[in-house]
């Protein structure tokens, strides 16, 4: 959890609820962990393709 934290604080417009939908604040959270999980995934899928 801490881990997650830290990775919000990269993207300061999440370190504060500004928000006033929280389907919106949600929506956000999305975006940025799959922002943050793209590279790794793909990382995952080209060394698959490679064995």
Do not use: T
């Not at 993207?11 to 956000?28: I, K, T, W, Y």
């Amino acid at each position: 959890v801490e881990r997650s934290f830290g990775w919000l604080s990269r993207f300061r417009r999440l370190s504060r609820d500004f928000e006033r939908m929280p389907q919106v604040l949600a929506g956000l959270h999305f975006v940025v962990f799959c922002i943050l999980m793209l590279p790794k995934a793909a990382s995952w899928l080209a060394l698959e393709a490679s064995s």
